[in-house]
């Protein structure tokens, strides 16, 4: 089998890197390598942008300056990682970025949030300043391949196209939980072929 990539899995807010067991079980089973740590985001309050330095420290820590890798990230998760590609050069090294049900337009959910205490999700809110400084930067992402996965009834993520990077492939799955992206089985299964081609 040819060798691929390490992948980072970097998850969601309200969730750790369990979110992914469904997904490590099979890319165990079939050999890839990973790397899901777990970041604390304090429930929301913690920057999106101090979420993507301490990824960026562990990333260094894992697999140095140069290694190539693949970036899978779940809901915020998929916007820390479109971060780190633009903040730390991440682009040089990055053959693909998944997003699954990543809010990079915004979501309605966090419109009514606080920006404080609440900094993280406030910076997912529609329009907001951040989101606006990122799609500035989106030219990084032209050598990289993107495929954003998405739902029709996605609650957490309104309305659900709007996960949808402007580059790249867009994947519909007919789930019906925003974290079932994850953990269902058709959609896991969509999500190992797209690793592997």
Sequence with gaps: MEKRNPIILIHGLWNTSTIFSSITSKLD??????FAPTLNHSLGMTSIIDL???????????????????ILGFSM??????YWLQKFNGYKRTRRLISLGSPH??????????KYPFRGISEMKINSKFLRELAKNDIF????ECISFFTYWDLMVFPSWWTNLNSGEKISVKVYKHRNLVRNNSSV???IETIMM
Excluded: F
């Excluded at 089973?29 to 990973?34: D, K, P, S, T, V």
């Excluded at 990824?55 to 140069?66: R, T, V």
């Design 141 to 144: 992402l032209d050598d990289v």
């Design 52 to 70: 993507t330095n301490v990824l960026n420290e562990l990333i260094l820590e894992k697999y140095g300056l140069e290694k190539e890798i693949d």
């Design 189 to 191: 299964k969509k999500i």
């Design 105 to 114: 337009k915004g979501t309605l959910m966090a419109q009514l949030v606080p």
């Design 77 to 82: 998760g998929g916007i820390i990682g479109r």
């Design 29 to 34: 089973e079939i050999g890839i390598e990973y």
